[in-house]
């Protein structure tokens, strides 16, 4: 039924091992919570849905501890949890760390989570919940666990008349018009399930910004979400638009050096936290594509930052300043325009802001190399932004698991010092900043669903596990969505997995092979169109990307083109720089390629082209053969969908294929390799 697809992977069904379900029922009989706290209310809450959904009958409360127990707590309100656990074992934890563990306690078997907050609790009893929905062995637990990163975040890019820009799953789930009278349930599950995998905050509005939301009659609404999501440890924050204070303010100027601005952002933030006493801060967008900022005053993006981050500082707030900047009027390679402008900044930012930089240098392609302003700025802690909606990624129409694309960068070596990953740079070891944050750009909307795609779920999911612990692989992540989401029998989860895990690959191949990038259709991103020539700007046309021409294709940004890949330290940059060393993976990202160019196979240059594209569609129907025989493993809605949405995405895999090598084909002036000339 539509229910399946709502519940996300926080279904709770009884477990349906009859073994393992004794022993579980043997081993919980009983929760003693001490409940007094917002925040462990929404603990126990969950811990008795959960425990009674996946033991198929009511676990009580007990205010006894008795055999079977499992018992909340913090220390400071425990005698039994302090004579358990040491002060030692609690002290790297954090405010949101927490410990599982089965112990003795007088001649009793108990299950104990504990953490130095409310907030570690709620994410310890997720995470029991979650190894019993993926029914792994409880019986001798001991589990400590602290996030990775601090500031784990959805950023939502709805509008205020519940457009989504870039939404492909219905309208906003932000219900404007009935709140802040009337609290969809929707809210309460959608804070569920972001605690569950350990997002801490929600920006709610698009980065192309409205001021009206920081008007009076909208921030009450925003305390109501804000209180909703409270108990689940959510914070809310919102995009600024920089021009507020001449659009609502009636101020004459935006220029963050004007005192009167200075003020205007100050008294609106004391405002803001009036309604919303823990408000997270603000995401900005500014002097992008259009946006206002502080270059409109011969400002820097620092000062503009700076002037923000003053205003939210005395109330604890932060500002994610985005580095998403690429301006029309400059000749310069896209790839180069935000490390241009940010790295000679670094060190100017305040403590409280984080310069937020998506995961490549250009925007959210199936692959991009990491973007060079990861390692070059060590004085600032830069945030991570991926987009979890599918842009340029087939919508909710096509399945990709986007794990892998994530794991590539943040596994990638910067080179900037010894240790010194995107994902310790972003995590903050490498230059020791206790600040640290990862975004998604959330693909969430109204659809029964929320994500459109029932495989879309899976990346939200993922964001949420990898911004907690950036070491978890994208196999584990699979494996345990699947799980929850699904079914727990092997031969469907093995199966799956294996697709899921090779989903982007595929992907890759049938859309922007070898380091393809940016040509979809334009505007709406969607589909094949590598001639679109007719952009009202040169960089948003897929021509400017590919560069085709009579000799071969590929972008060369070395040092006779762009020289983009400067911005790189030298170990990285040789290695893109070299035709022999450079992976193919990235090769037309940095290359201008010539069609007959031996590849490493032996190959030439357009009979591998030919290949992935071929290949990518052969993979598809792969996917599909393996989807059918899932068919008696899960519900039948479910199945249907998935199967429907494949199919689609074979048909528009061999439009990708077709579109993309007949239209290369006019420059290389070669046969498609005869092999591939049987008629699918
Ligand atoms: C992309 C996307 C825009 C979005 C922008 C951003 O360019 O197409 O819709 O506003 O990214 O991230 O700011």
Redesign the pocket.
Same mark, same amino acid.
């Given at each position: 039924s539509a229910e399946d697809g709502y519940r996300l992977w926080l279904r709770y069904n009884t477990i349906d091992n009859p073994a393992l379900l004794q022993q579980y029922r043997q081993q919980i009989t009983s929760i003693n919570c001490p409940v007094d706290d917002g925040k462990l209310v929404a603990a126990n809450q969950e811990l008795q849905t959960g425990l009674s959904g996946l033991l198929g009958k009511k676990v009580p409360a007990q205010p006894a501890i008795i055999n079977g127990a499992v018992l909340l707590g913090l220390p400071e309100r425990s005698p039994v949890i302090r004579k358990l656990v040491a002060d030692s074992a609690l002290a790297h934890l954090g405010d949101e760390g927490f410990i599982i563990r089965t112990v003795m306690y007088e001649g009793k078997n108990i299950t104990l989570i504990t953490a130095n907050k409310e907030a570690g609790i709620l994410y310890g009893v997720f995470h029991f919940l979650r190894l019993m929905q993926t029914q792994q062995p409880i019986r001798q637990l001991s589990i400590t666990s602290a996030p990775k990163i601090k500031i784990r975040l959805l950023n939502h890019?709805d509008n205020l008349n519940r457009t989504v820009? @870039?939404g492909y799953a219905g309208s906003s789930i932000w219900d404007w018009q009935r709140l802040p009278g009337y609290i969809d349930q929707r809210y309460i599950d959608y804070a569920r399930a972001n605690a569950s995998i350990g997002i801490n905050g929600t920006v709610l509005t698009?980065?192309?910004a409205n001021a009206i939301i920081l008007t009076d009659e909208w921030l009450q609404k925003i305390a109501a979400l804000a209180n909703a999501f409270r108990p689940y440890n959510i914070k809310v924050y919102l995009t600024a638009r920089f021009s507020a204070p001449v659009e609502i303010g009636k101020l004459k100027t935006a220029d963050p050096l004007n005192e009167e601005v200075r003020k205007w952002w100050k008294d609106k933030t004391d405002e803001i936290y009036k309604y919303i006493p823990d408000f997270g801060g603000f995401l900005v %967008?500014a002097n992008?594509?259009g946006?206002p900022g502080p270059q409109n005053y011969n400002r820097t993006h620092a000062d503009g930052a700076n002037m923000l981050a003053d205003a939210v500082a005395p109330h604890g707030g932060i500002i994610m300043w @985005?580095a998403?900047v690429y301006s029309n009027e400059t000749p310069e390679d896209r790839f180069k325009q935000a490390y241009n402008d940010f790295k000679p900044l670094d060190g100017q930012f305040r403590k409280n802001v984080l310069v937020q930089v %998506?995961n490549g240098p250009i925007?959210?392609q199936p692959r991009e190399p990491f973007h060079p302003l990861f390692g070059a700025m060590p004085q600032t802690p830069l945030m991570m932004?991926y987009?979890l909606t599918q842009?340029?990624l087939g919508f909710a129409t096509h399945l990709v698991y986007m794990a892998p694309l994530f794991k590539e960068v943040l596994d990638a070596d910067t080179h900037a010092k010894n240790n010194s990953t995107v994902a310790q740079i972003v995590d903050g070891t490498t230059d020791g900043h206790t600040l640290s944050g990862m975004a998604g750009?959330s693909n969430i909307g109204s659809d029964i669903n929320w994500t459109g795609h029932p495989f879309g779920q899976a990346n939200w999911y993922t964001l949420g596990r990898l911004a907690w612990d950036n070491t978890l692989t994208s196999a584990q992540i699979a494996n345990e969505w699947l799980r929850q989401t699904f079914t727990n029998k092997s031969a469907f989860v093995d199966t799956v997995q294996k697709l899921m895990l090779a989903s982007r690959e595929i992907m890759v191949n049938y859309m922007t092979p070898l380091g393809l990038h940016h040509i979809m259709g334009y505007g709406h991103?969607y589909g094949p169109a590598p001639w679109y020539n007719k952009a009202p700007r040169a960089d948003w046309n897929p021509v400017y990307f590919h560069k085709a021409d009579s000799i071969g294709i590929g972008f060369n940004r070395t040092a006779t083109g762009s020289n983009a890949l400067a911005q790189y330290q030298p170990a990285v940059r040789q290695q893109f720089e070299e035709l022999a060393t450079c992976p193919e993976a990235f090769l037309l990202w940095f290359h201008h390629v010539p069609w007959d160019y031996k590849m490493h196979s032996g190959k030439t240059l357009w009979e591998t082209l030919c290949d992935k594209y071929y290949s990518g569609v052969d993979s598809v129907r792969w996917i599909q053969r393996s989807w059918n025989g899932m068919k008696n493993y899960i519900d039948a809605e479910r199945f249907s969908e998935v199967k429907q949405l494949l199919a689609i995405q074979e048909q528009e895999a061999v439009w990708w294929r077709n579109a993309c090598l007949l239209y290369f084909q006019t420059f290389s002036n070669k046969p498609i390799p005869a092999r591939y000339e049987k008629p699918d």
């Open positions: 890019w820009e @870039r698009n980065v192309n %967008k992008s594509e946006q @985005r998403f %998506k925007d959210f932004e987009q842009e340029y750009v991103h």
